[in-house]
């Protein structure tokens, strides 16, 4: 199943035009599961702007060869082999005709042409075309397509491709086909069909130039009741891009299909989008509250595509970020604005925390690893690793840069030139920035770093105030640390970083901002300085007292501040700093460092205390009404375990994991009536509202319970837990009881109650795979104890009927919550989690090497662990290298050990 040949590094410095371009496509299929035919007439002319080959060179992998025709005349001079086909001595233009044939039955890699549930699905990105078809598959070759489906009709009553419906009709033989044209050129991974028994949610509006466009949702008959948020989510994202950006949709119909097995999460195929079920099936048994935003978040995202990504695509996948950190700065500009509008700034705050929350933990993870890489790389072995969360999430950061720089409209501005320039084209990084550059009249050459320099940049800042001048200096140094060596050789000179500041007086009022220089104070209370220099000072006057620096205002860059603030300074930003950001930051800020402490002391068996002044400021937070209820709820959730993790010398886990108990124990025991209270006031009686409103009540209310349930004596909170469980009208509620239960059993040597709600959720939903997943998961991230550690608990669940390791929703539910998001059972000392990691990862390679890769990422960091754990995951890597065969899984351990 995957490619065994030693693999080659491909860097972007080698980029060359194609030899070959082609204008338009006909795909013709002839459906069959074991064995399905595929006619491919190609219009193929020399590339102008390329040097002359004297060779046609296709890709393609795992098919089975059977003719080429030219101009229509059976052609002699072309070699099939392992990876593609060439044709020798062709003309200068001409019309090719490739017949072959895969096999989509067999096809468990869920990339190219395959089968799931007895339908047929694509997956095309980044090189899944050439398990389809021979073809130029590269992002740069964008073709107009015409695609025929046949197939039985009893077995695929639905036939679906890219863009328009033009005909459809019964065959002989109980067949029938469809015909679709996609009139926008576009390149082969943008491809997609789908064939089975499906059904669809429909709709038809109006866009904004007043065009009727229908809307359709397709899933499997049982699941149409679960459609109608993703529907109302794609309507939602048509109006916003209209509105925000002045973008239509530009076919006559949007499709949207859900499928079981999928590698990804979905896929932005041009009108034909084809998404993982748990980004489109939900209502409220079924679904939590963070499952309706995600899946508003992931339609949202796909749909953008549209305009970012497909009208306007990638040079080569070196580019990718072009793509995808503009979409997620554009799906998470949605999301804040569906939130809060664009004024609502606590509102939209929360979901800016959230976002960050996640570049922390997994971006700056991965910058300090061996896979650490610039936004746009210089070089890869196998693309699919490089669907990362640098590429996504901190390209999304630097797009969000623009639009600190340049405000929103000069924002807006830069996008419609850019639009203007590239319609319709394939290009790179450098065009948007010059886009956006040329747009707002800004030389942005500095900029052009924050795409090709690696790893996470620190900016240390010293503060000085002179009383008798009334002046405040604040000089910032940036640099990288001790930077991951991988990271070291990208880097050339200082980024342009916009500072967002604000100064807090000692009423906790901000203070007016005028630089040295000005003429008068600036409007507003926050600055966006423009740090450019590897050191440069800026210098406010008329500052009639020393201030308090609110620093890094809505975490204007990617980066990590260092500023020693005192514990009762954090304290007093976490009070009454305006920037709601800051203020979940100070918090955060607050707890890392008494964690880290307290995790330094267990891991030398030193007892463990909490300074009454960290409990009084959680208190402050838990029982200030002025807060949001989903505000407080992200305020007083401690820094994950992982997150600490990273943040010591020498990782380890078991240590900041009893930190961290000990802390929620501690916080649990002396706040124990305000949990109560907060848990009773924040009950959301009635039907079920997946409003941010409704589910930031139920947010605060959860993370009350989680907390009740680590009490010395949890027997209320079991009592609560339990009644909750029983009387959920809704999955958010359902689940967070389950979890309650689970790690309050743990807490105390286990408990009826906890088995007796699993076993009557797993009957409750055992239909439903998607909730199945969530009770997978939930015992993969517990607890556990001495006497039952979780590693035995999966190892049972994965012989579970209901388990299936070719199901990557099912594997990631199971294998990758013990291993990702489990660490203090992950990281046992005795290496039995290790073990059981490399074991699947080969079981995957096997099967599924892109979501093998995945999983092989979790050791990547082995080398910050203290020495027992370092042995035992250098001995897992070298197993792992030892056996598998994809270059996908080969990249990954080979970086990881070098």
Wanted: include cysteine; proline fraction near 5%; charged fraction near 25%.
């Amino acid at each position: 199943m995957a490619d065994t040949a030693t693999p080659n590094v491909i860097r972007r410095a080698d980029y060359a035009p194609p030899a070959f371009l082609i204008d338009t496509v006909a795909l013709e299929f002839d459906l069959v599961p074991e064995r399905t035919v595929v006619r491919n007439t190609m219009r193929v002319r020399r590339n102008p702007d390329a040097s002359r080959a004297a060779h046609f060179e296709l890709m393609g992998e795992q098919l089975e060869f059977v003719s080429a025709t030219i101009d229509g005349t059976p052609f002699g001079n072309a070699r099939a082999h392992e990876h593609g086909l060439v044709l020798d001595n062709v003309p200068d233009a001409f019309e090719l005709t490739l017949t072959s044939i895969c096999n989509p039955a067999e096809n468990t890699t869920l990339s190219g042409l395959y089968v799931s549930g007895g339908n047929f699905f694509t997956q095309c990105e980044a090189e899944g075309f050439r398990r389809i078809t021979y073809f130029l598959d590269r992002p740069d070759v964008m073709a107009t397509y015409t695609v025929t489906l046949r197939a039985n009709k009893a077995d695929y009553p639905v036939l679906l491709s890219n863009g328009n419906l033009l005909e459809e009709g019964d065959l002989p033989d109980g067949r029938h086909f469809a015909r679709w044209e996609d009139p926008f050129r576009k390149p082969s991974y943008l491809f997609a069909l789908v064939a089975g028994k499906l059904v669809a949610l429909e709709e038809r509006v109006k866009s904004g130039s007043g065009k009727e466009k229908l809307l359709q949702v397709w899933v499997e008959p049982h699941d149409l009741d679960k459609t109608r948020h993703a529907m109302d989510s794609l309507i939602h994202s048509i109006r916003w891009d209209e509105e925000r950006f002045g973008l239509e949709l530009d076919l006559d119909r949007f499709m949207i299909v859900a499928v079981s097995d999928f590698n990804m999460g979905a896929m932005e195929n041009k009108g034909l989008n084809i998404f993982n079920t748990k980004y489109v099936l939900a209502n409220p048994e079924t679904a939590t509250d963070t499952d309706f935003a995600n899946i508003e978040a992931v339609v949202g995202h796909e749909y953008f595509h549209n305009w970012t990504g497909n009208r306007v695509t990638c040079r080569d996948w070196f580019q990718l970020s072009l793509k995808e950190g503009l979409t997620v700065f554009r799906d998470q500009e949605f999301s804040a604005d569906m939130a809060g509008g664009a004024t609502d700034e606590a509102a939209r705050a929360t979901k800016r925390i959230e976002d960050v929350r996640v570049l922390r933990q997994m971006q700056f993870a991965e910058d300090a690893g061996p896979m650490a890489h610039p936004v746009r790389p210089e070089s890869y072995v196998e693309i699919n690793n490089f669907y990362t969360m640098t590429v996504y999430e901190k390209g999304s950061e630097v797009v969000r840069m623009y639009q600190t720089l340049f405000g929103r409209d000069g924002f807006r501005k830069g996008m419609d030139l850019y639009f203007k320039r590239h319609d319709g084209q394939a290009v790179t990084c450098d065009d948007f920035r010059h886009a956006l550059a040329d747009a707002n009249g800004r030389d942005l050459a500095q900029f052009e770093r924050w795409y090709s320099q690696a790893g996470t940049p620190r900016v240390a800042v010293r503060a000085s105030y002179d009383a008798a001048q009334q002046r405040y200096s604040l000089t910032l140094t940036q640099g990288y640390g001790e930077a991951a060596p991988a990271t070291r050789e990208t880097q050339k000179g200082p980024l342009l970083i916009p500072f967002a500041i604000g100064l807090i007086g000692k009423d906790g009022a901000d203070l007016p901002l005028q630089l040295e220089g000005e003429a008068k104070a600036s409007a507003g209370t926050t600055r966006v300085l423009q740090f450019t220099q590897t050191e440069q000072t800026f210098t406010f006057v008329n500052v009639a007292q020393e201030p308090l620096p609110s620093l890094l205002r809505n975490f204007s860059a990617p980066v990590i501040v260092e500023y020693d603030y005192s514990a009762d300074q954090l304290a007093f930003l976490l009070a009454h700093d305006s920037d709601p950001f800051n203020r979940w930051e100070a918090g955060q800020r607050l707890a890392t460092r008494e964690l880290l402490t307290l995790a330094g002391r267990a891991a030398t068996g030193v007892p463990l205390q909490l300074d009454d002044s960290v409990v009084a400021a959680f208190a402050r937070v838990l029982t200030d009404e002025t807060l949001s209820p989903a505000f407080r709820e992200l305020a007083l959730m401690l820094p994950s375990e992982a997150y600490l993790a990273e943040q010591m010398a020498e990782s380890n886990p078991a240590a900041v994991h009893a930190a961290r108990q000990f802390v929620r124990k501690r916080l649990a025991n002396a706040l124990r009536n305000d949990w109560l209270k907060i848990y009773e006031a924040h009950r959301t009686p009635g039907a079920y509202e997946a409003t941010p409103e409704a589910s930031g009540h139920r947010a605060l209310k959860n993370l009350a319970l989680s907390y009740l349930a680590e009490l010395d004596d949890p027997a209320q909170a079991v009592r609560l837990a339990s009644a909750q469980y029983d009387a959920a009208n809704n999955m958010t509620d359902r689940s967070a009881a389950l979890s309650a239960l689970l790690n309050a059993s743990a807490a105390n040597g286990g408990s009826k109650e906890a088995q007796q709600a699993l076993d009557d959720f797993y009957r409750r939903f055992e239909k439903e795979p998607l909730v199945i997943d969530k009770w997978f998961a939930l015992q993969a991230t517990q607890r556990g104890n001495a006497q039952r550690p979780v590693i035995d608990i999966v190892r049972k669940l994965m012989t579970h009927p209901a388990f299936n390791l070719k199901n990557p929703n099912r594997a990631r539910s199971l294998i990758f919550s013990f291993c990702a998001a489990n660490p203090a059972q992950f990281h046992a000392e005795d290496g039995s989690g290790y073990a059981f990691w490399a074991d699947q990862v080969i079981a995957l390679d096997a099967i599924n090497p892109q979501v093998a890769a995945r999983l092989a990422r979790s050791l990547e960091l082995w080398r910050r662990f203290t020495p027992t754990l370092r042995d035992g995951m250098r001995a897992a890597l070298e197993k792992v290298a030892s056996q598998v065969k994809s270059r996908d899984v080969r990249e990954i351990v080979e970086k990881a050990l070098a």
